[in-house]
């Protein structure tokens, strides 16, 4: 299998990128050795036609990810947010609608793209004028997953799943010490029913205990601690289940 790690002018500038890197270099899962490869997002259009027909895995990030599927034709599954399965203990309402859609009676709710990843952060909107901010939303009028705000958040973590197990748990905001209810954890993972092998989950801890702010996919999974080969395994494992669902091997 190649792997190949996002990088500029042959330097990695991302968590992911350094973290799947040290996880190929270190791995001897299944005792498979790996050729480990750097480019930039703009270098896969020349390095992509250069392997065809051999096992290829992106690691970098989202823009990365994408381009590199493009140009092989997988199609990336839709991004998680909040599961169905997961929406009933949820605590709070969640909906979707268009941007021309929104009445002024839902402020303040939280608003991020539900299709298209990473278009924008998600943010807490107060008023209409909060969305002018993000100049990458002029004119457009796709699809946003909004839900009532949480609570004041004293610390979120993400929880990196792998078969329904946890890997790592880390504190990526907020106080560190300010720990997630473990029973609320697999509570969750054990509610997510149909869930990928490889995601994470996001939570919060509030005035009203543990509560889930959504999944991610592991596809293109933010770098937050962890285990690098652990990291780089969840990865590589999710990749592979993208790849049979499209009977690409």
Do not use: H
């Not at 199609?75 to 929104?102: A, D, F, Q, V």
């Amino acid at each position: 299998m190649i792997v190949l790690i996002e990088s500029v002018q042959g330097k990695i500038t991302l968590d992911v990128s350094f973290a799947g890197w040290m996880g190929a270099s270190q791995s001897n899962w299944k005792s498979q050795t790996y050729d480990i490869r750097f480019t930039s997002k703009e270098g896969l259009s020349v390095i992509l036609p250069q392997v065809s027909g051999e096992l290829v895995l992106p690691i970098g990030s989202v823009e990365f990810v994408k381009k590199a599927c493009e140009i092989l034709d997988i199609e990336l599954p839709k991004p998680l947010n909040i599961p169905t399965s997961l929406e009933s203990g949820l605590g709070r309402r969640i909906w979707s609608c268009k941007r021309s859609e929104i009445n002024s009676i839902w402020y303040p709710f939280f608003v991020k793209p539900e299709v298209e990843l990473k278009l924008f952060t998600g943010f807490v909107a107060n008023s209409e004028a909060d969305f002018e901010l993000y100049p990458e939303l002029n004119g457009w009028n796709g699809s946003l997953l909004c839900s009532e705000p949480l609570g004041y958040i004293e610390s979120e973590w993400r929880c990196y799943i792998l078969g329904g197990k946890v890997l790592n748990c880390s504190c990526y905001n907020g106080d560190a010490l300010c720990f997630p209810d473990r029973n609320k954890i697999e509570d969750l993972i054990a509610g997510y029913k149909d869930a990928p092998t490889g995601y994470a989950l996001d939570v919060a801890v509030t005035g009203d205990g543990t509560q889930l702010i959504e999944c991610n996919d592991a596809w293109a999974l933010g770098y937050y601690g962890g285990e690098f080969e652990q990291y780089f395994k969840m990865v590589r494992t999710r990749w592979m289940e993208i790849l049979r669902a499209q009977k690409v091997v």
